[in-house]
């Protein structure tokens, strides 16, 4: 068996166990209070989920698993191990109008305490993405960010003073990378412009209501230590305002699926967040741009410019309701050299996705409708067996459990 799926089949092996651990825990019956007349002790405050990974909603992560390591101290132990169907028109050569996927058969271990710190996150994930070709949960692996797509050491020298060092998510943009963390189950025309993971070393810097962060890393998981980003944000009552911008120094002609010609460009964002009461309300606007990389075919300068807006509400009981609506477009023409970074130099897109929710202590269920309509795509380069259909209508359902 190769070396990779062998690891890859002990951690879900893993899963499987402390999934079954989890939800013990949860169902285990209460003790006969009848049998003692000893007063209660006061209810203890009640513990809560940690921040890492970032969850922005709907859905809740669960209470960490406390671990005794020895020399290591606490740990804190989480994961998810979800699953979805994916139901599609006009889809792509190689694709099928129905697929289905392990979505997450994830764990993170963390150590949460002391000046050094670490966090771990193992398993298989799935990361579907609007108006872009399902590839299954293996490729996915294989060809993006292996079996530990996040792990780092964080050094803690102050309060409000932190360095990450290894494979960290991006500061960029409004999506984070794993289905769980999101308001819908699949990502955006804008986050696919965006890097995912970037491997390198961050410093994190808190001074009252604003927050800063600097990094330099491989950019889009290049390999390659030529990128420089960074992030500064005003947290006012329920109010937030983040400025984000990367920049990779010089060029590379080296793109595969996790480092494409983006590598090589400048992205930036603004992103406003309203969260109060049952509404998370999160506009952004984002422009980023390729320059000239002429061993890769690209003799001139494109850039693409977009927004979106992202809502939730939630009601009592579970059930919530999020939506994004956003739109992209590209400059260029298909004949003068211009990089393709939508469907085809000189496209446009839209998109539409509403995202229905119910959340039951750590079980979940959850579904995608969505409609992407390209606009001025190329021929072959859109949707359809020939690549000249201009609409796609996806419907995705996941569930799983988050522990």
Known sequence: MNTRYFRIFA???????????????????????????????????????LPTPSITGPLAGAVPIPLEAGPLGKLSLNGAVTGMGLFQSNSVPGNEAANGALTNGQIWIQKTTGWWQFYVQAGAYQIPALGSAFISTQQTITDLYGPVPVGFLKLVPGKNTNILIGELPTLVGAESTFTFQNMNIERGLLWAQEPAISRGIQLNQTLGKFSASFAWTDGYYSNRYSALSGLLSYTTGPHSIAFVGAGYLGSTDWTNLATPLQNNGQIFNIIYTYTKGPWIIQPYVQWNNVPAIPQLGVWRSTSAVGGAVLATYKWSKGFSMAGRFEYISSSGD?????????????????????????????FFVRGDISVVQAVNSVRGSAFGSNGTDSTQTRGVIELGFLF
Do not use: H
């Open 334 to 362: 298909p004949f003068r050299g211009y990089a393709n970074l939508l469907y085809g130099p000189g496209s446009a897109a839209w998109s539409i996705t509403a995202t229905p929710t119910y959340q039951y202590q750590k």
């Open 11 to 49: 951690v879900m092996t893993l899963f499987i166990s402390i999934a079954g651990t989890a939800f013990a825990q949860d169902t285990k019956p209460a003790a006969d209070q009848t049998a003692t007349t000893t007063p209660a002790p006061a209810p203890a405050e009640a513990p809560s989920p």
